[in-house]
């Protein structure tokens, strides 16, 4: 007699239904699990054998094969422990339950308790679009089970519970749903605590308002790494999808806060440049997703550039621009989202004081140039926004009072204005802002007045501009004219924009001037 539940796996971030199968057979005493099963489902087998004794169930002597299917597809974790139990139970006639329409997951401890799992928001979403209508989970997973509405959701706190609820002799209580709430950011800085720099507040504000990829080149100590740590204060709030997808990559990864499993404010992940390149993009042996899907939704912060490994700059560069990354194992593809604001900071060159106004550089011109090779042309080329932070002058820093210093929610509401007008504008295509819109899209939208042309076409041979840089230039020009309010892009939103691409001339093709 085989016995059969319903339980789920994922596979990067898309879940699939797994069916649980049990057949007992007499025969010499046998417990094995089959369907790519990895080392951590095969030891379901002891946690089962002792949650069943310890809560005063018997556990057949007999052959137990138990399949996971589909079979061709490698599972991982504990998650079907819970599972594999009750189908026991099941085949033993130890219970009688019709669960056609549930769901089961969860760890076992071996007292019975069941310990809570990862991946359980994306594993509810397919549930539900499979149809189910029930999920019994460990009973810490519950708030975030709970977030998608239509399904009942049932915490389960120890086995005996469930038992006891199949039975009706006492019944576990549907959780409520979830509300999606904003947490507060117990960390919150604000722009106004960065004296001075005024161009690159500006320049950060541009890139917030267009979700332009942003690089900040400076001397040491001039709030390079202060700017970057404020731009999610500046990023409009999290729409309820974001919160999903975001959520969805931090439950798979376990990360998830305990009070309220959401992800309600942007990320902001800022890697050490020891990551290796699949800490960045996502992958291992258990595949998981990467920093450049932590920071989905958010903003990616990699600072002092150079210092990563080249192969992992390289790495980023389809990633950046697709919004997604594929990583490619002998047994398929996985996709993982990345729809990130890459934020970069770095020093000129060794030393730090290359181009600095009063302080000597002392850097050959060979180190200069070894340095600065480590950010390879096609990356530079992808980053709209390059911004020089120079130095904070005496004037500024010494100010006691920084009333001159606009605060985050006064910029945020001219970021929150400009995102508005791009909205409305892309409503028909799935697009979010500037940055994102295809050059076709761009080129309908620009309404470039004939100056402003005049004065791109210009840039576009004087500068020798690729023909990424003219897309990047039209795009960062369209959000200046959002930020400012205006239909079309006149001369002043374009010669803006051509700034922010003349930064390489400075340093990386200095000798080509
Ligand atoms: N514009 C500024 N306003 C106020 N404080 C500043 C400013 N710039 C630098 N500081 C002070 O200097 C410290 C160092 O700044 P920060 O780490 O941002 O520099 P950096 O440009 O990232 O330097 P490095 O190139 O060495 O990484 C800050 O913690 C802050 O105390
Ligand atoms: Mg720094």
Sequence with gaps: MVEKLNSMGIIGINPYLVKVEVDISTGMPYFDIVGLPDASVKEAKDRVRAALKNCGFDFPIARIIVNLAPADIKKFGAIYDFPILIAVLKCSKQLNAQLDDAIIIGELSLSGDLNPINGVLPMIIKAKELGFKKVFLPKDNAAEGAIINDISIYPVNKITDFINHINALSQIPIHPRTKITK????????????????????????AAAGGHNILLVGP??????????????????????????????????????????????????????????????????????GELSMAHNGVLFLDELPEFPKNTLESLRQPIEDCQVTISRVKGTLTYPCAVMLVAAMNPCPCGYFGHPSRPCICSDYTISKYLSKISGPLLDRIDIHIEVPPVDFESICSINNTLEETSANVKERVNKAREIQNLRYKELKINFNSKAPLNVMEKFSNLTDSAKDILKKAFDVLNLSARAYDKILKISRTIADIEGSETIEVAHISEAIQYRSLDRKYWFRNNK
Excluded: C, W
Excluded at 190 to 206: C, N, W
Excluded at 240 to 259: H, N, R, V, W
């Design 183 to 206: 947490t507060p950011n117990k960390n919150f800085i604000d722009l106004k605590d960065v004296k001075g720099q005024f161009d690159a507040k500006r320049a950060l504000e541009i």
């Design 220 to 289: 040491p100590g001039s709030g390079k790494s202060m700017l970057a740590k404020r731009i999610p204060t500046i990023l409009p709030e999290m729409t309820f999808d974001e919160i999903i997808e975001t959520t969805k990559i931090y439950s798979i990864m376990g990360a998830l806060p305990q009070e309220i499993p959401l992800i309600t404010n942007r990320p902001f992940r800022s890697p050490h440049h020891t990551i290796s390149s699949s800490g960045i993009s996502g992958g291992g042996s258990i595949p998981k997703p």
